[in-house]
Structures are given as structure tokens and as C-alpha cells.
């Protein structure tokens, strides 16, 4: 066992058999960058924004600490694979500026390294973009920017508490294909109280006038504790209602599939396998990845861990040369085997018979019967979700698990 220790925690320890397996799946690192000028209302992220951290924790102390865990990580991982991709999040990351996510960078390359034709992926708030803000991290070795957009309406917009003007977020993805970007990703958000049919059309007209290539669209949820949970909670607003998402979710299929981008997963849709999120592919599929900044999670060969919350606590503790590990687990046989059914049958290529036991094959039958899984896929032994699966996609992994 490779063991680190871990303040006010019980040794941390990575199995040798995980070791060895090092580099034969997808490895990927993520970096979680927890500052953000305002929070959005429906956001449970580990962020905080400047009036809350005060003079605890800043960009320079986050950086130090990111630099000092990414070394841990490589010595703690011995020889570490060079990373087949990069995901920078939050957060919002954009708010380092150009010249900082170049030191995020270059705080993996030097820990790391970069494998050959790596995914170097940031997500941006389109407020603190600009050419030169693209420019800046083209040049710095990012391949892929993944931008906030959520909705084109002003007043959806304020229900979610996002402070950016309507039209920046397609400005700023056209930025950054002129800049040299090639993949560049919009994120929406649909089934926001008050939020009509017309606003959807609208948000989806506005992607694709931005000529992106990636497409991520989820379903509003209510997360405890936030501002929107409050809201709703009080009469406020409106939960969101679940025919009207499965009416949305068909609606921003149809438009996207009728552009040229189709799902590779429920809630991702790309203009080509190139344009697909690798490093997110590498959770579905079951890759190792390790997470770096406060709150961050990681996953080694079915061992996960996962950061202290706080970004003073987090550099405090790598300051002492300590590990800032707040909890971990090892998966049995069984969690892994539910949370491979769950993540790989969300994908387009489906989940194979060899996931299966023989009453969960039953079940697939079943489910094919009932048209949410496709019957020529189940003939050559996978089970991939039809478009009426996808939107039943959580109660079809129920029935193929507890079988």
C-alpha cells in the first residue's frame, strides 16, 4: 500500500493493485477552481465569492496549494501517466484571467505532463471573456473552452440569478473560434419557472448561430440549500414540472439532431466523435482521474477521495505538507458494478450484455419490448437507450440493477 498521511484523518491509501493499473484506463486531472464574483441561485457547487472568503483564501494561496497537491500527487502516484486530458472547473475559472489557467497549465504539465494530443478543457463565465482573454489560453496549450450560456431570455436569466447579458455568451463563443478554438461547448439550462416554449426556441436559435460544435443541456434541479430551493419553498416560484422537461428535453433533441449534433449521452450532444468531451467520457466509462483543489473528488481504480471544502483550509493544510483529504472510500465489487450500469447506459453506444446478470438481461428484454431500449442493439448484445429510454433513462437503470 502507498500510504500519505492525513491531518485529523486516518492514513490515506491507494492499494498497489491500483498502482499497477496505472495508465491502462483514461487518466485525467481535474482542477477545481472554487471562486466566483456572484452565486447563482440554483448553484450547490463548492464556490464562494469574494465578500465570503474576505482575506481567508485568494487566487495566489488557491494556485501555491494547487501547485504543492499536484506534486503530492505525482509522488504519491510514483510514475504517473501523462494526463490524457484536462478539465479546468468551478467555479468560475475565467475569473484567473488568461495568465492564470497558463499557470494552472503549466502546474500539470510540470507535475504530469501531457500525453500526446491532449483535451486541455476550461469552462468560462462570457463576462469575464474577450479575444484576448481566448488568445491568451490558445496560446497557453488549452484545445477546448466550454461556456455558460443557460438560456437567450433576460427574464429566465434572473430567475436563475446569472448576471451575464443575454447575447454575451454567443459573442463570446464566436470569440473563441476566431481565436483558434475548434471545440467549444454552451451549456443550457431548461425547465426554469417561467421560462415558455418560445425562450427554449430562442436559446436554441442562439447556439447554433454560434457555429459550436458541443452542446450540454440539463434539467433544472432544485438543490437543497440554495437560494432557488428557498424560493420555491416559499411559494415563490414554481418546482420545476416534470412533463414540461420531457417536453423540453424532445424539443432540444429534435433541433440539435436536425443541426448535425447528436447524443453521445443523455445530456451531451457533438457535431462529430472529435467534438465529443473526452475527459467527461472518461468518468462514464470508468477512467481514473485525479482532483485537484478544494472540494475536488478523485478516482483511482474504483478508490475515491475527496478534498476539504474550504480554500483556506485546503492550502493551510499543503502549506504543512499535507495532504487534504477529507474522506475516502473503496468501491466493492457490487457499487461498481451499479455505478457502470448507471453512467454507460446513458451513452449512445449503450451498456454490453457483460454488465449484466441474467435477470438484468431479462429485464433489457423487457425494457426493448416496451420500446425504451432499441431491439437491433439488444440482437448484438448491448442495451442502448431509445429516445423515449432517455427520458425514462433512471427508472431503466432501476429495473436493470434490482432485477
Same mark, same amino acid.
Given at each position: 500500500?502507498?500510504?500519505?498521511?492525513?491531518? #485529523? &484523518?486516518?492514513?490515506?491509501? +491507494?492499494? %498497489?493493485?491500483?498502482?499497477?493499473?496505472?495508465?491502462? @484506463?483514461?487518466?485525467?486531472?481535474?482542477?477545481?477552481?472554487?471562486?466566483?464574483?456572484?452565486?447563482?441561485?440554483?448553484?450547490?457547487?463548492?464556490?464562494?465569492? *469574494?465578500?465570503?472568503?474576505?482575506?481567508? *483564501?485568494?487566487?495566489?494561496?488557491?494556485?501555491?496549494?494547487?501547485?504543492?497537491?499536484?506534486?503530492? =500527487?505525482?509522488?504519491?502516484?510514483?510514475?504517473?501517466? @501523462?494526463? $490524457?486530458?484536462?478539465?479546468?472547473?468551478?467555479?468560475?475559472?475565467?475569473?484567473?484571467?488568461?495568465?492564470?489557467? /497558463?499557470?494552472?497549465? $503549466?502546474?500539470?504539465? %510540470? #507535475?504530469?505532463?501531457?500525453?500526446? /494530443? =491532449?483535451?486541455?478543457?476550461?469552462?468560462?463565465?462570457?463576462?469575464?471573456?474577450?479575444?484576448?482573454?481566448?488568445a491568451g489560453i490558445r496560446e497557453a496549450g488549452y484545445t477546448r473552452v466550454s461556456l455558460g450560456?443557460?438560456?437567450?431570455?433576460?427574464?429566465?436569466?434572473? &430567475?436563475?440569478? @446569472?448576471?451575464?447579458?443575454?447575447?454575451?455568451?454567443?459573442? &463570446?463563443?464566436?470569440?473563441?473560434?476566431?481565436?483558434?478554438? !475548434?471545440?467549444?461547448?454552451?451549456?443550457?439550462?431548461?425547465?426554469?419557472?417561467?421560462?415558455?416554449?418560445?425562450?427554449?426556441?430562442?436559446?436554441? !436559435? *442562439?447556439?447554433? #448561430?454560434? /457555429?459550436?460544435?458541443?452542446?450540454?443541456?440539463?434539467?433544472?434541479?432544485?438543490?437543497?440549500?440554495?437560494?432557488?430551493?428557498? @424560493?420555491?419553498?416559499?411559494?415563490?416560484?414554481? =418546482?420545476?414540472?416534470? $412533463?414540461?422537461?420531457? &417536453?423540453?428535453? !424532445? +424539443?432540444?433533441?429534435?433541433?440539435?439532431?436536425?443541426?448535425? +449534433?447528436?447524443?453521445?449521452?443523455?445530456?451531451?450532444?457533438?457535431?462529430?466523435?472529435?467534438?465529443?468531451?473526452?475527459?467527461?467520457?472518461?468518468?462514464?466509462?470508468?477512467?481514473?482521474?485525479?482532483?485537484?483543489?478544494?472540494?475536488?473528488?478523485?478516482?483511482?481504480?474504483?478508490?475515491?477521495?475527496?478534498?476539504?471544502?474550504?480554500?483556506?483550509?485546503?492550502? *493551510?493544510?499543503?502549506?504543512?505538507?499535507?495532504?487534504?483529504?477529507?474522506?475516502?472510500?473503496?468501491?466493492?465489487?457490487?457499487?461498481?458494478? +451499479?455505478?457502470?450500469?448507471?453512467? %454507460?447506459?446513458r451513452l449512445a453506444e449503450g451498456l454490453p450484455f457483460d454488465a449484466l446478470d441474467e435477470a438484468?438481461?431479462?429485464?433489457?428484454?423487457?425494457?426493448?419490448?416496451?420500446?425504451?431500449? %432499441?431491439?437491433?442493439?439488444?440482437?448484438?448484445?448491448?442495451?442502448?437507450?431509445?429516445? #423515449?429510454?432517455?427520458?425514462?433513462?433512471? =427508472?431503466?437503470?432501476?429495473?436493470?440493477?434490482?432485477?
Amino acid at each position: 500500500m502507498v500510504e500519505v498521511p492525513a491531518s #485529523s &484523518a486516518p492514513v490515506f491509501t +491507494l492499494p %498497489e493493485s491500483a498502482l499497477r493499473g496505472l495508465g491502462q @484506463r483514461p487518466f485525467g486531472v481535474y482542477v477545481h477552481v472554487p471562486f466566483c464574483a456572484t452565486r447563482c441561485g440554483y448553484c450547490d457547487f463548492n464556490t464562494y465569492t *469574494a465578500g465570503e472568503l474576505g482575506s481567508a *483564501a485568494s487566487p495566489a494561496s488557491w494556485l501555491t496549494g494547487l501547485r504543492r497537491e499536484l506534486e503530492l =500527487a505525482a509522488r504519491m502516484l510514483g510514475s504517473p501517466p @501523462r494526463a $490524457d486530458t484536462v478539465f479546468v472547473g468551478g467555479g468560475t475559472p475565467s475569473l484567473l484571467g488568461a495568465e492564470g489557467l /497558463g499557470r494552472v497549465l $503549466d502546474a500539470v504539465r %510540470e #507535475s504530469f505532463g501531457l500525453a500526446e /494530443g =491532449a483535451e486541455v478543457t476550461t469552462e468560462s463565465n462570457p463576462e469575464s471573456t474577450s479575444p484576448e482573454f481566448f488568445a491568451g489560453i490558445r496560446e497557453a496549450g488549452y484545445t477546448r473552452v466550454s461556456l455558460g450560456m443557460q438560456s437567450a431570455a433576460p427574464h429566465v436569466l434572473r &430567475a436563475l440569478d @446569472r448576471v451575464h447579458t443575454p447575447g454575451r455568451p454567443v459573442a &463570446a463563443a464566436r470569440e473563441a473560434r476566431a481565436a483558434g478554438f !475548434e471545440h467549444v461547448n454552451l451549456d443550457l439550462i431548461y425547465g426554469t419557472p417561467g421560462e415558455r416554449i418560445q425562450d427554449l426556441r430562442a436559446s436554441l !436559435e *442562439a447556439v447554433l #448561430s454560434a /457555429g459550436v460544435d458541443h452542446v450540454s443541456a440539463y434539467a433544472l434541479i432544485v438543490e437543497e440549500g440554495t437560494a432557488l430551493a428557498r @424560493r420555491v419553498r416559499k411559494g415563490e416560484l414554481p =418546482a420545476p414540472d416534470d $412533463d414540461v422537461l420531457a &417536453a423540453d428535453y !424532445e +424539443l432540444i433533441d429534435h433541433t440539435l439532431r436536425q443541426a448535425g +449534433l447528436h447524443w453521445y449521452e443523455v445530456s451531451n450532444w457533438a457535431a462529430s466523435p472529435r467534438a465529443r468531451c473526452a475527459h467527461n467520457l472518461g468518468y462514464w466509462l470508468g477512467g481514473d482521474w485525479w482532483g485537484a483543489g478544494p472540494g475536488a473528488h478523485s478516482h483511482i481504480a474504483g478508490v475515491r477521495w475527496w478534498n476539504v471544502k474550504h480554500p483556506a483550509r485546503y492550502a *493551510a493544510l499543503l502549506e504543512r505538507s499535507q495532504p487534504p483529504v477529507a474522506g475516502s472510500e473503496e468501491l466493492t465489487a457490487a457499487d461498481r458494478h +451499479l455505478e457502470r450500469i448507471m453512467l %454507460e447506459l446513458r451513452l449512445a453506444e449503450g451498456l454490453p450484455f457483460d454488465a449484466l446478470d441474467e435477470a438484468g438481461i431479462r429485464q433489457a428484454r423487457a425494457a426493448a419490448a416496451e420500446g425504451l431500449l %432499441e431491439s437491433p442493439a439488444l440482437r448484438r448484445g448491448r442495451a442502448v437507450l431509445t429516445d #423515449s429510454g432517455r427520458l425514462l433513462a433512471d =427508472a431503466v437503470v432501476r429495473r436493470l440493477v434490482t432485477s
